[in-house]
């Protein structure tokens, strides 16, 4: 095939191509979006500067999706009885919307749920954590 009949056999080619294009651009983005994690002192809901950082960055990506969801899930470690780790782990994520709300997220795009107790042997400030997903997870 020489090249006038190969480019114009690609030119031809292209609305069939244009059909086999993601219809949905913004929910592939979304879908590549990390885990933003921010993590807590033992026993705190206090959020450090690198955690404000997180929830800014985090408020950001959610203001250019307005409706995409916004998921907010608390960790804590691993301490005797249930109830105080899943308060905790509860105003951890609290906290974490308030952060964002007060960042410009609409309060009514985010979710939360606070998730208790999580064992992280290697590293136990790990389990001491909130997870904010965005999008379709």
Do not use: W
Request: net charge positive; charged share 20%.
């Amino acid at each position: 095939m020489n090249r006038r009949a190969f480019g114009l056999a690609a030119l031809l080619a292209l609305p069939a191509l244009a059909a086999c294009a993601p219809t949905d651009p913004m929910g592939a983005q979304l879908a590549a979006q990390p885990v933003r994690v921010v993590f807590f002192e033992d026993d705190s809901i206090a959020t450090s500067e690198e955690a404000k950082a997180v929830i800014r960055d985090a408020a950001e990506v959610a203001k250019r999706y307005p409706g995409a969801p916004v998921r907010v899930l608390g960790f804590s470690a691993p301490e005797p009885g249930l109830a105080p780790t899943v308060a905790l782990s509860r105003a951890r994520a609290e906290r974490v919307v308030n952060e964002l709300v007060a960042a410009g997220v609409p309060r009514g795009q985010i979710t939360q749920q606070g998730r208790g107790a999580v064992p992280f042997d290697a590293v136990p400030v790990q389990s001491r954590r909130v997870e904010i997903h965005i999008g379709p997870n």
